[in-house]
């Protein structure tokens, strides 16, 4: 009999997620193993990229690794949640000219929100991922704190600052303490047959990672040719579509004018892409919204702060300044290059979350 509560391990069939499994299979849980169904009908005999996430053919390895260890395995329908708010904001997004962020939306609304409530369902007191991350429970505090990973070159931390309380009070991610050449270390002395698999990087149901032909396909209608402009409003060229453009973008502009120009903002309602110079592209301020804070219930007073705007970026010194009206003022001590609304900001105290939000505006 098992002498700790029951959890449930997200599998994707990656190295991560199977050696949390077994991690906590080691420390005495009940586990029980469920890959999450999001693929659509479709794509159920076409599989090419078996790297992706909780991709179809990813079954077949969490499932092995579930015998491995001695689990239960099963495979849970999320289908219709995941199309409505991660493809389908990932959409809409999109058509309104700014650079949606998937992966931190089906963390917030389907891996955790979604999953745990199945979970509890089930029976289980707890949901475990292989997020490079560490939940803790401060007394002092006396909350929940979420931390970036020990392996900062793998912290996933920057994609969960939405989770609450109640979210961090049920779930375990034990890889947090370990350096990703750690586990798959153990991993390959438990002979788990994924040690070695590569991780996902792609977008997983974005085909090829080519988001731009996604696009293409999925909404036409919001791709309308229109002017690529400069800061003055003069017209230099042509683009097939705002959406096909980021911010900080060089290439592919199709602009001859005897210097680099870069994308410096989607202004969607006018259908005009704005470019500039390298120099244009750096912002001092940003406005956010869609706040979540950890640390505390909710800002009340200017806050010093390390930011980071993008997953890969470096932390920056800023001040959060709460506007009143579901927002915050970001102000950097030193300007942030692409800043990108539709993206993520992310506050931190040394290696601690206090909160983040959804760029809505860069202000210049």
Known sequence: MADKPRVLVAMSGGVDSSLTAALLVHQGYDVIGATMQIWEKDQENNDPDSRGCCSLSAVDDARRVANKIGIPYYVLNFRDMFQDTVVNYFMAEYSAGRTPNPCIACNRYVKFEGLLSKALALGAQYVATGHYAQIMYAKDRQRYILRKGIDLTKDQSYALYHLNQHTLSHFLMPLGKFAKTETRKMARELGLSVADKPDSQEICFVPNDDYKAFLKKRIPESLKPGNIVDLTGSILGKHQGVQLYTVGQRKGLGLAVGKPLYVIALDAERNEVVVGSD?????????????????????EEPLAVE???????????????????????????????????????VFYHDDIVVGGGIITKTVK
């Open 279 to 299: 120099q244009d592209v750096f912002a001092s301020e940003l406005i956010a919204g869609d706040l979540n804070f950890i640390t505390i219930d909710t800002l």
């Open 307 to 345: 930011a980071k705007i993008r997953y890969s970026g470096s932390p920056a010194q800023a001040m959060v300044t709460p506007l009143g009206n579901g927002q915050v003022q970001v102000k950097f001590a030193t300007p942030q290059r692409a800043i990108t609304p539709g993206q993520s900001v």
